[in-house]
């Protein structure tokens, strides 16, 4: 079973080709996110801790999803701006997707099926995949974890001694 994702290609939001490979030498957080969510306010944390660790080598990469109760209905264009306005996001923001069922991108086929993390569909917005510097998956982390708690940032520090 493969745990890397390097050779997955995803879309930005103007519909480019995104290798993940091209992100060789980095620690990932992958996060499904959504706008109109209890858990949007994550957005604040996520920004934080890709202010705190960004010299280091490590990104943030949010791929909108809609298919938690609609709450990420808008266009690619409207959640950069509501990320921009009210979060002054500069993280990385992907091409929505869906994370789960039928239509589930390729990079969440591998992240929620591989023989490192538990297996399953994800359950709601804001759940997150640490990804080594390598391109391995670490860990998940379900979406009630902040991304300032000390369980996400004592892994993202491990991973970033490597």
Do not use: H
Not at 4 to 17: A, E, P
Not at 70 to 87: L, V
Not at 91 to 118: C, H, M, Q, W
């Amino acid at each position: 079973m493969n745990n890397n994702i390097y050779d997955i290609v995803v879309k930005d939001m103007d519909n480019n080709d995104v290798p993940l490979s091209s992100y060789n030498g980095k620690v990932l957080l992958i996060v499904n996110v959504a706008s109109y969510c209890g858990y949007t306010k994550q957005y604040k944390g996520l920004q934080e801790i890709y202010d705190k660790y960004r010299d280091q080598g490590f990104e943030v990469l949010g791929f909108p999803c809609n298919q938690f109760g609609g709450q990420e209905p808008g266009t690619n264009e409207q959640i950069a701006e509501f990320c921009s306005t009210n979060f002054n996001i500069d993280f990385k923001l992907f091409d929505k997707i869906d994370v789960n069922g039928a239509n589930r991108s390729p990079l969440y086929e591998r992240l929620t099926n591989n023989s490192v993390t538990e297996k399953g569909d994800v359950s709601w917005n804001f759940e997150k995949f640490l990804i080594s510097n390598e391109g391995n998956i670490v860990k998940r982390f379900k979406s009630k974890v902040e991304p300032t708690s000390d369980e996400l940032i004592s892994a993202i520090e491990r991973e970033l001694k490597k």
